[in-house]
C-alpha cells in the first residue's frame, strides 16, 4: 500500500534562507508525486508535479522539487524564503495504475521570521 | 473563472440529522474527489469518481455516500452523521487523473454535535 511521510511537522526559516520541506514515500512502483500549499481557510493549491520525465521539477513561486528514485524522495526546496512562503504544505502520491487514490502527508507547517 | 464551489462553507448540526453537501465544477472535469482534512492527518480521500456514474471508495468511506448523476456536480451525503465526522470538507476536480492539478474547493467546515 502506498503512504507519504513528510518529516516534521513544524519547520522555521528566516526571511532569505533556504526552505527545505522532506517528503518521502513508500509505493511499489514509482507513482506520480505532487506538493500543494494551503493558506489559512483555503483550498489547496498545487505548487508542482512529477508524473514522468525529468526528475527536477519546477514548479510555482520558486519552489522545485527532485524526484529520486533510489531514495524514494520527494523533496521540495525554495532557495530564498520570503514572508508570503508562510503556510502548509502538503506532499502527495498517486497511483499510475487504474483509479483515482491519492495519498497525502500530514503537512508541514512552514514558519518564516523577518 | 474556473472554480470548484463547496456549499455551505460552515453547518453545525446534530448526530442523526441527515445532510448534504455540496460540489459543483465548471471545468468539465472528469475526475472529482471528496477529502477529509484533520489536524496531523492530512487529507485523507473519501470518495472518487471518474466520470458520469462511475464512483468509488477511498481510504475512510464509512459512513459517507456520493452520487455523480451529472459531470459538474459530486455531493457528499452524511446519511446519519456523527462526532468523528466533525472536520475540515474539500471536494477537487481534476481533467484527467494524470493531469493533475486538482481545483481545491474552498472547503466546508462541518461540526456534528
Known amino acids: 500500500a502506498q503512504s507519504v511521510t513528510q518529516l516534521g511537522s513544524h519547520v522555521s526559516v528566516s526571511e532569505g534562507a533556504l526552505v527545505l520541506l522532506r517528503c518521502n514515500y513508500s509505493?511499489?512502483?514509482?507513482?506520480?508525486l505532487f506538493w500543494y500549499v494551503q493558506y489559512p481557510n483555503q483550498g489547496l493549491q498545487l505548487l508542482l508535479k512529477?508524473?514522468?520525465?525529468?526528475?527536477l521539477v519546477k514548479g510555482i513561486n520558486g519552489f522545485e522539487a527532485e524526484f529520486k528514485k533510489s531514495e524514494t524522495s520527494f523533496h521540495l526546496t525554495k532557495p530564498s524564503a520570503h514572508m508570503s512562503d508562510a503556510a502548509e504544505y502538503f506532499c502527495?502520491?498517486?497511483?499510475?495504475?487504474?483509479?483515482?487514490?491519492?495519498?497525502f502527508g500530514a503537512g508541514t507547517r512552514l514558519f518564516v521570521k523577518a | 473563472e474556473a472554480q470548484v464551489t463547496q456549499n455551505p462553507r460552515y453547518l453545525i448540526t446534530v448526530t442523526g440529522k441527515k445532510l448534504t453537501v455540496t460540489c459543483s465544477q465548471n471545468m468539465n472535469h472528469e475526475y472529482m474527489s471528496w477529502y477529509r482534512q484533520d489536524p496531523g492527518l492530512g487529507l485523507r480521500q473519501i470518495y472518487y469518481s471518474m466520470n458520469v456514474e462511475v464512483t468509488d471508495k477511498g481510504d475512510v468511506p464509512e459512513g459517507y455516500k456520493v452520487s455523480r448523476k451529472e459531470k459538474r456536480n459530486f455531493p457528499l451525503i452524511l446519511e446519519s452523521p456523527s462526532p468523528n465526522q466533525t472536520s475540515l470538507y474539500f471536494c477537487?476536480?481534476?481533467?484527467?487523473?494524470?493531469?493533475?492539478?486538482?481545483?481545491f474547493g474552498d472547503g466546508t467546515r462541518l461540526s456534528i454535535l
Open positions: 477537487a476536480s481534476s481533467l484527467t487523473r494524470e493531469r493533475q492539478p486538482q481545483h
Open positions: 502527495a502520491v498517486s497511483d499510475r495504475g487504474g483509479g483515482f487514490k491519492t495519498i
Open positions: 509505493s511499489s512502483v514509482p507513482p506520480y
Open positions: 512529477y508524473t514522468t520525465g525529468a526528475t
